[in-house]
Protein backbone atom coordinates (compact mmCIF):
# COMPACT_ATOMS: atom_id res chain seq x y z
CA UNK A 1 0.00 0.00 0.00
CA UNK A 2 1.31 3.14 -0.88
CA UNK A 3 1.89 5.97 1.26
CA UNK A 4 -0.53 8.37 -0.80
CA UNK A 5 -3.23 5.61 0.01
CA UNK A 6 -2.47 4.90 3.48
CA UNK A 7 -2.91 9.32 4.24
CA UNK A 8 -5.89 8.97 2.48
CA UNK A 9 -7.53 6.03 4.14
CA UNK A 10 -6.18 8.10 7.43
CA UNK A 11 -7.76 11.42 6.09
CA UNK A 12 -11.07 10.03 5.81
CA UNK A 13 -11.39 8.00 8.95
CA UNK A 14 -10.26 11.65 10.97
CA UNK A 15 -12.32 13.42 9.29
CA UNK A 16 -15.43 11.03 8.53
CA UNK A 17 -16.19 9.21 11.92
CA UNK A 18 -16.08 12.42 14.44
CA UNK A 19 -19.03 13.95 11.62
CA UNK A 20 -20.94 10.99 11.57
CA UNK A 21 -21.06 10.99 15.48
CA UNK A 22 -23.00 14.32 15.85
CA UNK A 23 -24.79 14.54 12.45
CA UNK A 24 -28.38 15.08 12.60
CA UNK A 25 -30.69 13.11 10.09
CA UNK A 26 -30.17 15.02 7.23
CA UNK A 27 -26.47 15.78 7.09
CA UNK A 28 -26.07 12.06 8.34
CA UNK A 29 -27.45 11.02 4.56
CA UNK A 30 -25.59 14.08 3.10
CA UNK A 31 -22.49 12.16 4.64
CA UNK A 32 -23.64 8.48 3.64
CA UNK A 33 -23.76 9.70 -0.18
CA UNK A 34 -20.45 11.86 -0.01
CA UNK A 35 -18.25 8.49 1.46
CA UNK A 36 -20.40 5.71 0.24
CA UNK A 37 -22.54 6.92 -2.54
CA UNK A 38 -21.98 5.70 -6.41
CA UNK A 39 -19.43 8.54 -6.62
CA UNK A 40 -18.14 8.80 -2.85
CA UNK A 41 -14.81 8.87 -1.71
CA UNK A 42 -14.28 5.25 -0.53
CA UNK A 43 -16.36 4.11 -3.16
CA UNK A 44 -13.98 6.04 -5.42
CA UNK A 45 -11.36 4.25 -3.42
CA UNK A 46 -12.65 0.60 -4.14
CA UNK A 47 -12.95 1.31 -7.66
CA UNK A 48 -9.07 2.62 -8.45
CA UNK A 49 -8.25 -0.93 -7.18
CA UNK A 50 -8.93 -1.88 -10.40
CA UNK A 51 -5.66 -0.33 -11.60
CA UNK A 52 -3.33 -2.14 -9.30
CA UNK A 53 -1.05 -4.85 -9.38
CA UNK A 54 -2.24 -7.86 -7.92
CA UNK A 55 0.33 -7.68 -4.78
CA UNK A 56 -0.75 -4.27 -4.01
CA UNK A 57 -4.78 -4.61 -4.70
CA UNK A 58 -4.80 -6.97 -2.05
CA UNK A 59 -2.72 -5.26 0.59
CA UNK A 60 -5.20 -1.94 -0.38
CA UNK A 61 -7.96 -3.89 -0.09
CA UNK A 62 -7.76 -5.02 2.74
CA UNK A 63 -7.41 -1.17 4.59
CA UNK A 64 -10.10 0.32 2.29
CA UNK A 65 -12.36 -2.53 3.32
CA UNK A 66 -11.69 -2.08 6.66
CA UNK A 67 -12.19 1.75 6.52
CA UNK A 68 -15.80 0.63 5.07
CA UNK A 69 -16.83 -1.24 7.39
CA UNK A 70 -16.07 1.36 10.39
CA UNK A 71 -18.07 4.33 8.60
CA UNK A 72 -20.91 1.87 7.26
CA UNK A 73 -20.57 0.91 11.20
CA UNK A 74 -21.13 4.36 12.76
CA UNK A 75 -23.40 5.55 10.20
CA UNK A 76 -26.10 2.75 11.56
CA UNK A 77 -24.93 3.66 15.10
CA UNK A 78 -25.65 7.42 15.00
CA UNK A 79 -28.56 6.33 12.47
CA UNK A 80 -30.32 4.15 15.53
CA UNK A 81 -29.49 6.99 17.95
CA UNK A 82 -31.09 9.24 15.71
CA UNK A 83 -34.24 7.34 15.09
CA UNK A 84 -34.96 6.43 18.71
CA UNK A 85 -34.61 10.39 19.28
CA UNK A 86 -37.16 11.05 16.75
CA UNK A 87 -39.55 8.47 18.44
CA UNK A 88 -39.57 10.00 21.68
CA UNK A 89 -39.98 13.19 20.58
CA UNK A 90 -43.25 11.76 18.77
CA UNK A 91 -44.47 10.20 21.59
CA UNK A 92 -44.01 13.17 24.08
CA UNK A 93 -45.89 15.55 21.19
CA UNK A 94 -48.70 12.56 20.48
CA UNK A 95 -49.17 11.87 24.33
CA UNK A 96 -52.84 11.39 24.92
CA UNK A 97 -54.46 12.88 28.03
CA UNK A 98 -57.17 10.53 29.04
CA UNK A 99 -57.50 12.40 32.15
CA UNK A 100 -59.30 15.84 30.08
CA UNK A 101 -63.00 15.98 30.53
CA UNK A 102 -64.83 15.54 27.50
CA UNK A 103 -64.98 18.27 24.53
CA UNK A 104 -68.87 20.15 25.02
CA UNK A 105 -69.79 19.47 21.45
CA UNK A 106 -73.56 18.32 21.52
CA UNK A 107 -74.40 15.07 21.21
CA UNK A 108 -75.85 13.72 18.51
CA UNK A 109 -79.71 12.61 17.72
CA UNK A 110 -81.60 9.94 17.13
CA UNK A 111 -83.87 10.75 13.77
CA UNK A 112 -87.70 10.86 14.12
CA UNK A 113 -88.12 7.65 11.67
CA UNK A 114 -85.57 6.00 13.45
CA UNK A 115 -87.01 6.58 17.12
CA UNK A 116 -90.31 5.40 15.52
CA UNK A 117 -89.12 1.98 14.36
CA UNK A 118 -87.94 1.67 18.20
CA UNK A 119 -91.06 2.40 19.66
CA UNK A 120 -92.96 -0.09 17.03
CA UNK A 121 -90.71 -2.56 18.09
CA UNK A 122 -90.63 -2.03 21.31
CA UNK A 123 -95.00 -1.78 21.44
CA UNK A 124 -94.46 -5.24 18.90
CA UNK A 125 -91.88 -7.27 21.15
CA UNK A 126 -94.22 -6.74 24.26
CA UNK A 127 -97.00 -8.42 22.18
CA UNK A 128 -94.72 -11.43 21.27
CA UNK A 129 -93.64 -10.49 17.42
CA UNK A 130 -90.32 -10.87 15.83
CA UNK A 131 -88.54 -8.29 14.31
CA UNK A 132 -87.23 -9.19 10.37
CA UNK A 133 -85.88 -7.67 7.55
CA UNK A 134 -85.73 -8.64 3.66
CA UNK A 135 -83.51 -6.91 0.65
CA UNK A 136 -84.24 -3.49 -0.63
CA UNK A 137 -83.71 -5.16 -4.04
CA UNK A 138 -86.36 -7.81 -4.95
CA UNK A 139 -87.17 -10.63 -7.21
CA UNK A 140 -90.54 -9.81 -8.89
CA UNK A 141 -92.11 -12.76 -7.98
CA UNK A 142 -91.29 -11.60 -3.88
CA UNK A 143 -92.12 -8.41 -4.73
CA UNK A 144 -95.69 -9.05 -6.43
CA UNK A 145 -96.25 -12.33 -7.86
CA UNK A 146 -96.21 -14.24 -4.77
CA UNK A 147 -98.30 -11.43 -3.40
CA UNK A 148 -101.04 -12.73 -5.82
CA UNK A 149 -100.46 -10.19 -8.05
CA UNK A 150 -99.91 -11.65 -11.51
CA UNK A 151 -98.00 -9.98 -14.52
CA UNK A 152 -101.20 -8.09 -16.30
CA UNK A 153 -102.84 -7.26 -12.88
CA UNK A 154 -104.09 -3.92 -12.65
CA UNK A 155 -102.95 -3.76 -9.25
CA UNK A 156 -99.13 -3.81 -10.45
CA UNK A 157 -99.64 -0.13 -11.87
CA UNK A 158 -100.73 1.08 -8.60
CA UNK A 159 -97.36 1.39 -7.18
CA UNK A 160 -95.24 3.15 -9.16
CA UNK A 161 -92.10 0.41 -9.55
CA UNK A 162 -88.41 1.60 -9.91
CA UNK A 163 -87.18 -1.40 -12.29
CA UNK A 164 -83.62 -2.93 -12.19
CA UNK A 165 -81.91 -3.98 -15.73
CA UNK A 166 -81.71 -7.81 -14.18
CA UNK A 167 -85.57 -8.05 -13.83
CA UNK A 168 -85.18 -7.07 -10.08
CA UNK A 169 -87.34 -4.03 -8.31
CA UNK A 170 -86.49 -1.75 -5.78
CA UNK A 171 -89.28 -3.42 -3.28
CA UNK A 172 -92.23 -0.98 -3.67
CA UNK A 173 -93.18 -2.58 -0.09
CA UNK A 174 -92.33 -4.21 3.02
CA UNK A 175 -94.76 -7.13 1.81
CA UNK A 176 -92.54 -9.27 0.07
CA UNK A 177 -91.01 -10.12 3.65
CA UNK A 178 -93.94 -11.94 4.71
CA UNK A 179 -93.13 -14.14 1.80
CA UNK A 180 -89.69 -14.56 2.37
CA UNK A 181 -90.93 -15.36 6.55
CA UNK A 182 -93.66 -17.78 5.02
CA UNK A 183 -91.12 -19.50 2.78
CA UNK A 184 -88.56 -20.36 5.98
CA UNK A 185 -90.71 -20.82 8.89
CA UNK A 186 -93.69 -22.48 9.83
CA UNK A 187 -96.55 -21.33 12.39
CA UNK A 188 -97.42 -20.12 14.26
CA UNK A 189 -95.80 -16.93 13.14
CA UNK A 190 -95.87 -13.27 14.27
CA UNK A 191 -93.43 -10.84 12.74
CA UNK A 192 -93.28 -7.23 12.12
CA UNK A 193 -91.17 -5.41 9.03
CA UNK A 194 -90.23 -2.04 9.47
CA UNK A 195 -87.70 -1.11 6.68
CA UNK A 196 -86.93 1.40 3.86
CA UNK A 197 -89.50 1.16 0.70
CA UNK A 198 -89.21 2.74 -3.13
CA UNK A 199 -91.84 4.28 -5.83
CA UNK A 200 -90.99 7.07 -8.15
CA UNK A 201 -93.19 9.43 -6.68
CA UNK A 202 -92.24 12.81 -5.89
CA UNK A 203 -93.75 15.61 -3.88
CA UNK A 204 -94.92 17.41 -0.90
CA UNK A 205 -96.06 14.28 0.83
CA UNK A 206 -94.55 11.28 -1.76
CA UNK A 207 -90.96 10.49 -1.23
CA UNK A 208 -89.05 8.25 -3.80
CA UNK A 209 -87.73 6.17 -0.53
CA UNK A 210 -89.69 5.90 2.34
CA UNK A 211 -90.24 3.50 4.78
CA UNK A 212 -93.32 1.30 6.26
CA UNK A 213 -93.75 -1.56 8.51
CA UNK A 214 -95.65 -4.80 7.68
CA UNK A 215 -97.14 -7.29 10.17
CA UNK A 216 -97.72 -10.40 9.75
CA UNK A 217 -100.15 -13.46 11.74
CA UNK A 218 -100.63 -16.59 10.63
CA UNK A 219 -101.57 -19.55 13.26
CA UNK A 220 -104.95 -21.82 13.32
CA UNK A 221 -107.66 -19.87 14.19
CA UNK A 222 -106.48 -16.54 13.45
CA UNK A 223 -109.75 -13.93 12.80
CA UNK A 224 -110.74 -10.55 11.99
CA UNK A 225 -111.03 -10.04 15.35
CA UNK A 226 -107.33 -10.63 16.36
CA UNK A 227 -106.30 -7.88 13.18
CA UNK A 228 -109.06 -5.30 14.76
CA UNK A 229 -107.35 -5.96 18.72
CA UNK A 230 -103.59 -5.74 17.60
CA UNK A 231 -103.75 -2.78 15.34
CA UNK A 232 -105.84 -0.81 18.35
CA UNK A 233 -103.23 -2.00 20.82
CA UNK A 234 -100.20 -1.24 18.86
CA UNK A 235 -101.99 2.36 17.35
CA UNK A 236 -103.19 3.31 20.91
CA UNK A 237 -99.50 2.39 22.49
CA UNK A 238 -97.90 4.76 19.52
CA UNK A 239 -100.22 7.33 19.94
CA UNK A 240 -100.55 7.47 23.63
CA UNK A 241 -104.15 7.73 23.76
CA UNK A 242 -105.69 4.54 25.72
CA UNK A 243 -109.00 5.04 23.75
CA UNK A 244 -107.95 5.44 20.75
CA UNK A 245 -110.87 4.99 17.61
CA UNK A 246 -109.80 2.64 15.37
CA UNK A 247 -112.00 2.03 11.99
CA UNK A 248 -111.43 -0.98 9.55
CA UNK A 249 -112.59 0.23 6.55
CA UNK A 250 -113.27 -2.21 3.17
CA UNK A 251 -110.70 -2.39 0.62
CA UNK A 252 -108.71 -3.80 -2.00
CA UNK A 253 -105.59 -5.54 -1.77
CA UNK A 254 -104.33 -8.52 -3.76
CA UNK A 255 -102.79 -10.63 -1.08
CA UNK A 256 -105.56 -10.15 1.50
CA UNK A 257 -109.32 -11.51 1.36
CA UNK A 258 -110.94 -9.41 2.74
CA UNK A 259 -108.87 -5.75 2.80
CA UNK A 260 -109.61 -3.06 4.97
CA UNK A 261 -107.91 0.17 5.25
CA UNK A 262 -107.23 1.35 8.79
CA UNK A 263 -108.48 4.42 9.90
CA UNK A 264 -107.89 6.45 13.45
CA UNK A 265 -110.36 8.83 15.12
CA UNK A 266 -108.78 12.39 15.30
CA UNK A 267 -109.70 16.39 15.03
CA UNK A 268 -108.78 17.67 11.36
CA UNK A 269 -108.77 20.97 12.09
CA UNK A 270 -106.43 20.31 15.28
CA UNK A 271 -104.55 17.67 14.33
CA UNK A 272 -105.42 16.08 17.94
CA UNK A 273 -105.20 12.05 17.52
CA UNK A 274 -107.88 10.34 19.10
CA UNK A 275 -110.00 13.89 19.51
CA UNK A 276 -113.07 14.79 17.18
CA UNK A 277 -115.11 13.04 14.98
CA UNK A 278 -112.86 12.87 11.19
CA UNK A 279 -111.51 9.66 10.43
CA UNK A 280 -107.65 9.76 9.20
CA UNK A 281 -105.88 6.67 7.07
CA UNK A 282 -102.85 5.13 7.87
CA UNK A 283 -102.74 1.86 6.68
CA UNK A 284 -103.64 -1.18 4.90
CA UNK A 285 -104.56 -5.10 6.39
CA UNK A 286 -106.70 -7.56 6.01
CA UNK A 287 -107.31 -11.34 6.66
CA UNK A 288 -103.52 -12.52 4.61
CA UNK A 289 -105.30 -14.53 1.19
CA UNK A 290 -104.80 -18.25 1.11
CA UNK A 291 -103.14 -17.67 -2.41
CA UNK A 292 -100.22 -16.11 -0.81
CA UNK A 293 -100.21 -19.17 2.18
CA UNK A 294 -100.18 -21.22 -0.55
CA UNK A 295 -97.67 -19.85 -2.43
CA UNK A 296 -95.42 -20.18 0.20
CA UNK A 297 -96.16 -23.74 0.53
CA UNK A 298 -98.56 -23.52 3.51
CA UNK A 299 -101.97 -25.31 3.62
CA UNK A 300 -104.88 -22.72 3.87
CA UNK A 301 -107.54 -25.12 5.26
CA UNK A 302 -105.36 -25.40 8.15
CA UNK A 303 -103.68 -21.87 8.91
CA UNK A 304 -105.49 -18.06 8.55
CA UNK A 305 -103.89 -15.09 9.08
CA UNK A 306 -103.82 -11.36 8.97
CA UNK A 307 -101.32 -8.34 7.67
CA UNK A 308 -101.19 -5.00 7.81
CA UNK A 309 -98.79 -2.03 6.42
CA UNK A 310 -98.14 1.26 7.66
CA UNK A 311 -96.65 4.52 6.23
CA UNK A 312 -93.83 4.79 9.00
CA UNK A 313 -93.34 9.02 7.72
CA UNK A 314 -97.25 9.20 8.16
CA UNK A 315 -96.71 8.11 12.03
CA UNK A 316 -94.16 10.09 12.52
CA UNK A 317 -95.49 13.38 11.04
CA UNK A 318 -98.95 13.16 12.85
CA UNK A 319 -97.13 12.00 16.14
CA UNK A 320 -94.74 15.04 16.20
CA UNK A 321 -96.87 17.50 14.17
CA UNK A 322 -93.91 17.52 11.38
CA UNK A 323 -96.05 19.14 8.10
CA UNK A 324 -93.63 18.18 5.18
CA UNK A 325 -91.94 15.00 4.39
CA UNK A 326 -89.55 16.03 2.69
CA UNK A 327 -87.63 17.55 5.71
CA UNK A 328 -86.88 13.79 6.87
CA UNK A 329 -84.14 13.28 4.49
CA UNK A 330 -83.13 16.69 4.23
CA UNK A 331 -80.28 16.32 6.59
CA UNK A 332 -80.57 19.88 7.98
CA UNK A 333 -78.85 19.88 11.33
CA UNK A 334 -80.88 22.47 12.64
CA UNK A 335 -83.78 19.98 12.16
CA UNK A 336 -82.63 17.31 13.16
CA UNK A 337 -81.32 18.73 16.55
CA UNK A 338 -85.10 19.83 16.99
CA UNK A 339 -86.82 16.64 16.13
CA UNK A 340 -84.36 13.91 17.16
CA UNK A 341 -84.40 11.69 20.26
CA UNK A 342 -81.20 11.61 22.67
CA UNK A 343 -79.59 8.40 21.96
CA UNK A 344 -79.14 7.61 26.38
CA UNK A 345 -82.89 7.37 26.27
CA UNK A 346 -84.06 4.35 24.22
CA UNK A 347 -87.59 3.63 23.31
CA UNK A 348 -88.83 1.62 25.96
CA UNK A 349 -92.53 0.69 26.61
CA UNK A 350 -93.43 0.76 30.42
CA UNK A 351 -92.17 3.94 30.44
CA UNK A 352 -94.39 5.23 28.24
CA UNK A 353 -92.89 7.29 24.72
N1 LIG B 1 -98.31 -3.34 0.81
C1 LIG B 1 -99.37 -2.34 0.83
C2 LIG B 1 -98.89 -1.05 0.22
O1 LIG B 1 -97.73 -0.80 0.20
C3 LIG B 1 -99.81 -2.08 2.24
C4 LIG B 1 -100.51 -3.25 2.85
C5 LIG B 1 -101.87 -3.42 2.73
C6 LIG B 1 -99.79 -4.22 3.50
C7 LIG B 1 -102.53 -4.49 3.26
C8 LIG B 1 -100.43 -5.32 4.06
C9 LIG B 1 -101.82 -5.44 3.93
O2 LIG B 1 -99.78 -6.29 4.69
O3 LIG B 1 -102.44 -6.52 4.47
O4 LIG B 1 -99.68 -0.30 -0.25
Not at 90 to 115: F, K, W, Y
Not at 274 to 284: C, Y
Not at 319 to 341: C, N, P, Q, T
Request: glycine share 8%; net charge negative.
Amino acid sequence: MTNMLADELNNIRLSALPAIAVADAASLEELRVSLMGKTGSVTQLLKSLGNMEAEARKAAGAEINQLKAEITESLATRRAVLDAAALEARLAAERLDVTQPPRPEPAGAIHPLSRTMEEIAAIFSAMGFAIKDGPDIESDWHNFSALNIPGHHPARAMMDTFYLTGGEVLRTHTSPVQIRTLLNEQPPIRIIVPGRTFRSDHDATHSPMFHQCEGLVVGEGITLGHLKGCLTDFLSAYFDVPSLPVRLRSSYFPFTEPSMEVDIGWNKKTGEIGGGTDWLEIGGSGMVHPNVLANCGIDPRQYQGFAFGVGLERLTMLKHGIADLRLFYESDVRWLRHYGFSPLAPATLHEGF
